[in-house]
């Protein structure tokens, strides 16, 4: 039989602290809190259907694809389904409100900031000998030997060795700024002059120049990114007062306990 160990709530708090993690608690306390307060002064509501169809992709995300997956799932996290409502309309929120306040920035964002989504299919091997890369490249240029025949004999990691040193497609912001400079004044498809950085000599084969577009995905990623600069904006104007000396009441604590008849009773239900 094995043996019962007894958490309380002043261990939770303990350990966290111990392990230094109340400073990032209280930025996401605080982020949800400024979420919910900007929400409901831009009268930001949230329907029943968008509320459970955001349950359910929260459960296929989680594959939680059955009832008793998702039992488990909330007694592990020590949630009930109260919890798992509030979890789910928090990130709903979240992305509407980032939507009202940033949708119609777009555009304008975009166009301000297009040669950061320049993207870049490169091939890449990096050496610690800067005569050899040049005795390499300078080869490269007469035919006398191909990259990926570089990449195998070069290349330690066994994957990238072989996919011929491919890097896939990259930003700007992902590479190095000497490298950066180099590969989008690139003619593709080429094979650039040795660069040296402190992590070595780079040969960089440059095969395509993507052109950026504003796409459902970049729209997307460029709403998170203003949101989230802008909820770094809101979190640096206030002051953070933690009380943590009062103790967590035995409330907080108590079991889960999930029954039939409660699943049939909330509006976001775990389905068969």
Not at 8 to 31: F, G, R, V, Y
Not at 100 to 125: C, I, M, P, R, S
Not at 206 to 233: C, H, S, Y
Not at 239 to 244: F, G, H, R, W
Request: include cysteine.
């Amino acid at each position: 039989m094995s043996k019962v160990l007894t958490v309380s709530p002043e261990d939770l708090l303990d350990h966290i602290k111990m392990s230094c993690q109340i400073p990032n608690i209280l930025e996401a306390i605080a982020t949800r809190k400024i979420v919910e307060n900007e929400a409901k002064q831009a009268a930001i509501e949230i329907g029943l259907e968008e509320l459970q169809r955001a349950a359910d992709q929260l459960r296929l995300a989680n594959q939680l694809l059955k009832a008793e997956d998702t039992w488990a799932w909330l007694e592990k996290h020590y949630i009930s389904l109260d919890d798992f409502e509030k979890i789910v309309e928090t990130s709903l929120l979240s992305t509407k409100l980032a939507n009202h306040l940033f949708a119609n920035k777009v555009e304008a964002f975009f166009y301000a900031h297009q040669l950061d989504y320049v993207g870049a299919v490169t091939y890449e091997v990096i050496l610690d000998d800067e005569d050899l890369a040049l005795e390499l490249f300078y080869a490269l240029q007469e035919g006398e030997i191909s990259f990926q025949e570089i990449a195998r004999q070069y290349i330690e990691n066994i994957e990238i060795r072989r996919a011929g040193g491919y890097q896939g497609m990259r930003l700007r912001k992902d590479f190095r700024p000497e490298i950066a400079a180099a590969v989008f004044a690139a003619n593709p498809p080429q094979i650039l002059k040795p660069i040296t950085t402190p992590k070595g000599v780079h040969i960089i084969a440059v095969e395509e120049i993507i052109k950026p577009q504003l796409d459902e995905q970049r729209q997307m990623e460029i709403i998170g990114e203003l949101f989230a600069n802008w909820l770094k904006t809101q979190i640096a104007t206030i002051s953070i007062e933690a009380n943590l000396t009062k103790l967590v009441t035995s409330e907080t604590s108590k079991d889960i306990v999930i029954k039939e008849s409660e699943l049939r009773s909330h509006t976001i239900s775990p389905k068969s």
